[in-house]
């Protein structure tokens, strides 16, 4: 009986020696089955790769890692379903005109926008009458507190704005070019030092 | 990403200061630098969303992926393509890799089905018969002119005899005789067994064979 494919294939990569499998030697179409592996596997062998440049590497890790990048948005894009309307018009107006890191730090703005619309829009009517305080051991309940896990949409641009600062915010340019914002966000520390002085000095003059 | 963010509001303070206190729900991240965790541990880092993980994930098999995407195509760019396409995958599937397998044969499964599926026989024939890019990298210092042309003659027409194999026979192959993996490790990013894997190897060989008397 001949030999297996597995059997030839162990022999031919010698993982298991000749002498293990005596039919070889007296079947001349095993051997002849053995010779032309062998042979097949050194011509695949021989076939190399060749070495990419080694400035290669970093540039395949960068391409990967700005595809990983615009995946995210993209996945950002789909959690802003769950954004109030207002916001998701916003933040998709801002998609639509910036993108990347400008898109990251226009988000902080929206974020700012977003949580005083909320807070100031879930803020209680003041009361007319204060009701007396009673003492109590429960802990107290601040109704100024907006509890994230109840709302979707700040969990969402929570997790967006981590991380981002002013500096990225005025790096991203959020305010439109030649508008006064944007004036001011081009502005240097001392520029925008003296510009203080000069409202406080306005503000002083007007009585304001 | 920082597992907690805290919002002050101006402009609307309360008696007590305000603090709006919006918690992630996330595992806890090992503080250990990226470089000393093991791939479980560097997985769930990626899982956790910690910085640079990811990245740390691509720059160790990046190498590998490569490789065996090149060797599927033939060609430097698509294999570029086609890498970049492996691990934006395996970004997107990191939540269901269950850690059964290695990550390197996790993503040379991920790496096989992309390039089985992406690259039909007849492109990577029709790249592989003008093999003038392979040429240029080739350390040819120690080689005569003629033997360089004769060797780059015979890689080409086993190349495209290997581009015409049969999916599976032409994947055992690549995996077995260019990245050394064991049939065991074949078998897991085949999702079949070692029997069959040996078969498969014995057959494509068999094939390789036919296909290179065709040409020759």
Same mark, same amino acid.
């Given at each position: 009986?001949?030999?297996? #494919?597995?059997?030839?294939?162990?022999?031919?990569?010698?993982?298991? #020696?000749?002498?293990?499998?005596?039919?070889?030697?007296?079947?001349?179409?095993?051997?002849?089955?053995?010779?032309?592996?062998?042979?097949?596997?050194?011509?695949?062998?021989?076939?190399?790769?060749?070495?990419?440049?080694?400035?290669?590497?970093?540039?395949? #890790?960068?391409?990967?890692?700005?595809?990983?990048?615009?995946?995210?948005?993209?996945?950002?894009?789909?959690?802003?379903?769950?954004?109030?309307?207002?916001?998701?018009?916003?933040?998709?107006?801002?998609?639509?005109?910036?993108?990347?890191?400008?898109?990251?730090?226009?988000?902080?703005?929206?974020?700012?926008?977003?949580?005083?619309?909320?807070?100031?829009?879930?803020?209680?009517?003041?009361?007319?009458?204060?009701?007396?305080?009673?003492?109590?051991?429960?802990?107290?309940?601040?109704?100024?507190?907006?509890?994230?896990?109840?709302?979707?949409?700040?969990?969402?641009?929570?997790?967006?704005?981590?991380?981002?600062?002013?500096?990225?915010?005025?790096?991203?340019?959020?305010?439109?070019?030649?508008?006064?914002?944007?004036?001011?966000?081009?502005?240097?520390?001392?520029?925008?030092?003296?510009?203080?002085?000069?409202?406080?000095?306005?503000?002083?003059?007007?009585?304001? | 990403?920082?597992?907690?963010?805290?919002?002050?509001?101006?402009?609307?303070?309360?008696?007590?200061?305000?603090?709006?206190?919006?918690?992630?729900?996330?595992?806890?991240?090992?503080?250990?630098?990226?470089?000393?965790?093991?791939?479980?541990?560097?997985?769930?880092?990626?899982?956790?969303?910690?910085?640079?993980?990811?990245?740390?994930?691509?720059?160790?098999?990046?190498?590998?992926v490569?490789?065996?995407?090149?060797?599927?195509?033939?060609?430097?760019?698509?294999?570029?393509?086609?890498?970049?396409d492996v691990f934006?995958r395996a970004?997107?599937g990191?939540?269901?890799?269950?850690?059964?397998?290695?990550?390197?044969?996790w993503l040379y499964r991920i790496g096989v089905n992309v390039c089985?599926?992406?690259?039909?026989?007849?492109?990577?024939?029709?790249?592989?018969?003008?093999?003038?890019?392979?040429?240029?990298?080739?350390?040819?210092?120690?080689?005569?002119?003629?033997?360089?042309?004769?060797?780059?003659?015979?890689?080409?027409?086993?190349?495209?005899?290997?581009?015409?194999?049969?999916?599976?026979?032409?994947?055992?192959?690549?995996?077995?005789?260019?990245?050394?993996?064991?049939?065991?490790?074949?078998?897991?990013v085949?999702?079949?067994?070692?029997?069959?894997?040996?078969?498969?190897?014995?057959?494509?060989?068999?094939?390789?064979?036919?296909?290179?008397?065709?040409?020759?």
């Open positions: 009986m001949h030999l297996t #494919s597995e059997e030839l294939v162990d022999i031919a990569e010698g993982t298991r #020696s000749e002498n293990s499998a005596p039919h070889l030697a007296g079947c001349h179409v095993c051997r002849e089955q053995l010779v032309d592996l062998r042979s097949m596997l050194s011509a695949a062998k021989d076939v190399d790769v060749p070495e990419p440049s080694p400035l290669f590497w970093d540039h395949l #890790s960068a391409r990967v890692s700005a595809a990983v990048a615009m995946e995210d948005d993209s996945a950002y894009r789909k959690g802003s379903r769950f954004l109030p309307d207002g916001l998701r018009v916003l933040v998709d107006a801002l998609m639509s005109q910036l993108g990347g890191r400008a898109f990251q730090a226009s988000v902080v703005l929206a974020a700012a926008v977003l949580l005083v619309v909320l807070v100031g829009g879930r803020r209680p009517a003041p009361a007319v009458t204060e009701a007396p305080v009673v003492a109590t051991a429960e802990p107290r309940v601040d109704p100024w507190v907006v509890p994230a896990e109840d709302d979707a949409s700040l969990t969402v641009v929570a997790s967006l704005t981590d991380g981002q600062d002013l500096e990225t915010v005025r790096e991203a340019g959020l305010a439109p070019r030649g508008s006064a914002e944007h004036a001011v966000n081009q502005m240097s520390d001392s520029e925008l030092r003296e510009l203080r002085r000069l409202l406080n000095e306005e503000l002083a003059r007007s009585g304001a | 990403m920082a597992s907690s963010l805290t919002w002050t509001l101006p402009g609307s303070r309360p008696p007590a200061p305000v603090a709006l206190p919006i918690t992630h729900a996330m595992p806890a991240v090992d503080s250990r630098s990226l470089e000393d965790l093991g791939e479980r541990e560097l997985v769930e880092a990626c899982r956790a969303g910690r910085p640079g993980a990811f990245d740390l994930i691509v720059e160790r098999h990046r190498r590998a490569y490789l065996l995407c090149y060797r599927f195509v033939g060609s430097h760019e698509d294999a570029s393509d086609l890498s970049q934006l970004f997107r990191l939540r269901s890799f269950r850690g059964q397998s290695t990550l390197a044969t089985l599926n992406r690259v039909s026989a007849k492109d990577t024939l029709r790249r592989l018969t003008t093999p003038i890019e392979a040429q240029q990298f080739v350390d040819v210092r120690a080689e005569l002119p003629s033997d360089l042309m004769l060797r780059n003659e015979r890689n080409a027409r086993v190349r495209a005899a290997i581009a015409r194999l049969p999916r599976k026979q032409r994947a055992t192959l690549i995996l077995r005789t260019y990245h050394e993996m064991s049939h065991q490790e074949i078998a897991d085949l999702g079949s067994s070692v029997g069959a894997v040996k078969a498969n190897f014995f057959h494509a060989l068999g094939s390789l064979k036919k296909l290179l008397a065709e040409t020759a």
